[in-house]
Each structure stands twice: as C-alpha cells, then as structure tokens.
C-alpha cells in the first residue's frame, strides 16, 4: 500500500485560506468516505482534526473543514492563525480493511 | 477522560524484539480498536496495524507481516504491540491510537479516524 500524496508545504499569511490536498486511488481515499485529517506539532502526539471526510470532532475548531473529489481529499484552514503551524497528515481505510497515512505537509504560516 | 498510556523507552540490539505496551482508561475498552502507528525521526506516520479489543482479530500493514503481533488483555484494558526480528530502521516512536469514532462490521474494525493518542515510546534499535 503506497501512502497518500500530499505537498510537501504550503504557506499563507495569517487570517488567510489554506488548503491541502491528500491524493489516492479508488482502493482508498475514492473508495470509502472515511478520509481523516491530523495536526502534528512537534515532539507532540498527533491530533485528530477531521473524520469521515468533512467531520470535526468536538473541540475542533471550525476554521478547520474538510471534502472530497474523487481520489483527492482536501483539508482547508481558514483564516489561519500562529498556532496552526504544524504537520498535517492525511488517512484512509483501504479496501484491504488496512489504514494508510499520506505523506504529510508542513503548514507555515508567514 | 480517555488517556492511553505506553511504556517506556527502549533500546534494542539489531535481531532483538520489542514489546510496547498501551494501557487505556475513560472508556469501554472492548468498545473500540486499537491501532499502532509508528514515526522515524523525522518522517512521517506509517500505520502498522490494527486489532480489534472486542474479539481480538487483527490486520496488520504488508510490509511487517510476519514481524508484528498485536494483542490485548481485556482483564486489565491494556494492548500490546510485539516487533520482532528489529533493524535499524525500526528505530521510531511508536504510538498506540484508539479506532475511533466506533465502527465494526463483521468482526472487521473500520478506520474512521484515530481519535484519541498515546504519548509515544521511543524504541532505537542500535549495536
């Protein structure tokens, strides 16, 4: 099972939308509307950010959505914020009954 | 609350095993699955496996059947993850992750999300 593609980095000034793509085949992400999203700060365990594509777990806050086209999911983060900056990881069940990650991208915010 | 708690850190010679362990309170532990989840210094996150704390059935990723064992012991809500045969490479934090929100069909645990972490065990695997 190869990992989700996602860009390396992006970058916004803050109060700005970003959005990160997460690339799969039909076997996953297109397969199956259980995509999640996570938030990594450093040296700290990962956070789950969004599930089943576009849901916020409580406690989440709403700049943060979710969607999905295809074999691309996307995570957009509105009105970015200093404390946003951070790993972002994508997930997906397979048709296998397995998880798989994407590659991770590191948000900054200028 | 729900916390998930892991051992400690460990440092292993090259052909050693590991065994982590993740001991979870604030919930129904048989209620849910639990996945291991593994990060290289300086990488990204690779999913290992899964096993279900109901009736213990598992999944565990390609790459390391063969090497990995996931078990729980429902008596004291604690899950276990044995690596075997370690290399270098296996040098990673580890992390246990609750499956959740809940969602088994068939005795097959589907990965909605992973909603709640352990703190991580480092493991280094060295000579």
């Known amino acids: 099972q190869s990992a989700l593609t996602q860009p390396a980095s992006v970058s916004g000034s803050p109060g700005q939308s970003i959005t990160i793509s997460c690339t799969g085949t039909?076997?996953?992400?297109?397969?199956?509307?259980?995509v999640s999203w996570y938030q990594q700060h450093p040296g700290k365990a990962p956070k789950l950010m969004i599930y089943?594509?576009?849901n916020r777990p409580s406690g989440v806050s709403n700049r943060f959505s979710g969607s999905k086209s295809g074999n691309t999911a996307s995570l957009t983060i509105s009105g970015l914020q200093a404390e946003d900056e951070a790993d972002y990881y994508c997930?997906?069940?397979?048709?296998?009954?397995?998880?798989?990650f994407g590659t991770g991208t590191k948000v900054t915010v200028l | 609350q729900v916390q998930l708690v892991q051992s400690g850190a460990e440092v292993k010679k090259p052909g050693a095993s590991v065994k982590v362990s993740c001991k979870a309170s604030?919930?129904?532990?048989?209620?849910?699955?639990i996945s291991w989840v593994r990060q290289a210094p300086g990488q990204g996150l690779e999913w290992m496996g899964w096993?279900?704390?109901?009736?213990?059935?598992?999944n565990y990723a390609q790459k390391l059947q063969g090497r990995v064992t996931m078990t729980t012991d429902t008596s004291t809500s604690t899950a276990y993850m044995e690596l075997r045969s370690l290399r270098s490479d296996d040098t990673a934090v580890y992390y246990c992750?609750?499956?959740?929100?809940?969602?088994?069909?068939?005795?097959?645990?589907?990965?909605?999300?992973?909603?709640?972490w352990g703190q991580g065990t480092l493991v280094t695997v060295s000579s």
């Open positions: 039909s076997s996953d992400v297109g397969g199956y509307n259980y």
């Open positions: 992750a609750r499956v959740g929100p809940d969602l088994t069909i068939f005795g097959v645990v589907i990965i909605r999300g992973f909603d709640y």
């Open positions: 604030g919930y129904t532990f048989t209620s849910y699955g």
């Open positions: 096993i279900s704390a109901y009736n213990g059935n598992t």
């Open positions: 997930s997906s069940y397979t048709s296998s009954s397995r998880g798989v």
């Open positions: 089943d594509v576009s």
